[in-house]
Structure formats: C-alpha cells, structure tokens
C-alpha cells in the first residue's frame, strides 16, 4: 500500500497549488479521502475530507471557499486545489485513506508560502 503526495512547494501569498495523492495497493475507491496538514509548531489538522457515501466533503474552516478536495477513481488519485494561498497555510499536506478497518498515509508534501 503506498499513498504518495505530490505538487508541493514555493509559492507566493494569493497564489496556486494544486496536490496529488496517488494511491496503489488498495481498492482507492472504497476509501475515504482526507487531506490533513501539520504547520510549523502545530499539530496535524484536518484540512478537507471527501467521505463515502456520496464523496460528502467537508473543510477546514480556515480553507472554506480557497480549497477544493477531488478524486479520480480510475486513476487511483486524490487531489486538493489550493486557491489564494495565505502565509498561514504553509505546512506539510498530507494524504489519508480511510476505510474497511485500515488508516493509510503519505509521506507528506511541503507547501510554503512566502513572499
């Protein structure tokens, strides 16, 4: 099982990013999806989540309206647009798969926002 993330790195306050997670090894589409960060100094917070059924989401109020969290099924891949990006949401972002009794995560991806 391996969740990796991708897409991570330096950007300016107001702009970009867009995150990947790939997964493999596990039948991607029963599983929740949930993107979780852990900011200097901080615990991990949850950051957006897509849940079964109905790929509800939910978000982090701090992120409401700037990220969006998606999902393609047939390739296995978990995605958060991350939109008016803020020095406060400089962090390590990080991919969980959730569901038939297992918790998986990815190694992370750094995301820092600095002018």
């Known amino acids: 099982v391996t969740l990796v993330e991708s897409g991570g790195g330096l950007v300016q306050p107001g702009e970009s990013l867009t995150l990947s997670c790939a997964a493999s090894?596990?039948?991607?589409?029963?599983?929740?999806m949930i993107w979780y960060r852990q900011r200097p100094g901080k615990e991990r917070e949850l950051v957006a989540a897509?849940?079964?059924?109905?790929?509800?989401?939910e978000y982090a109020e701090s992120v409401k309206d700037r990220f969006t969290i998606s999902r393609n099924n047939d390739r296995a891949t978990a995605y958060l647009q991350m939109t008016n990006l803020k020095a406060d949401d400089t962090a390590v972002y990080y991919c969980?798969?959730?569901?038939?009794?297992?918790?998986?995560w990815g190694q992370g991806t750094q995301v820092i926002v600095s002018s």
């Open positions: 897509m849940r079964r059924p109905g790929n509800y989401r």
């Open positions: 090894g596990f039948d991607f589409k029963w599983y929740d």
């Open positions: 969980n798969a959730w569901g038939s009794g297992n918790d998986y």
